[in-house]
């Protein structure tokens, strides 16, 4: 099955304005759903480095988002719904943690030249 390798960029809803935007790296079907259920590689931050801060993340097939061990376990986990349908631009995800739950929307979803 060929696949379309693709930055998925999501930025915070108007509720939200100041968080910082989704940065996720997946392989789509024709159809926009995700390749397989590999772990997919994420961040949230600004890619080009302005503020100094990111957080890089890995993705699994269940939906859980694992930020490392340099977090304490409560901090750790999140779970976002990228799988749960296409993916395509102005879909809503959902974000959550301990002590976070944000919305964000698909604001592009560019070609990652290989």
């Given at each position: ?53 990111s ?13 490392g ?13 990228l ?19 944000e ?12």
């Amino acid at each position: 099955m060929p696949a379309r390798y693709v930055r998925v960029i999501a930025v915070s809803t108007i509720d939200n304005p100041d968080t910082a935007p989704l940065h996720i790296d997946v392989g789509l079907t024709a159809e926009g759903m995700i390749v397989g259920d590999r772990a997919i590689f994420g961040f949230q931050g600004d890619i080009k480095n302005r503020y100094g801060r990111s957080l890089p993340f890995i993705l699994y097939s269940d939906g859980k988002a694992d930020f490392g061990e340099k977090y304490p376990d409560g901090d750790r986990f999140g779970e976002l719904n990228l799988r749960e349908d296409r993916v395509y631009l102005r879909r809503l995800l959902r974000f959550s943690g301990n002590g976070f739950d944000e919305i964000f929307r698909i604001v592009d979803i560019v070609d990652i030249e290989g």
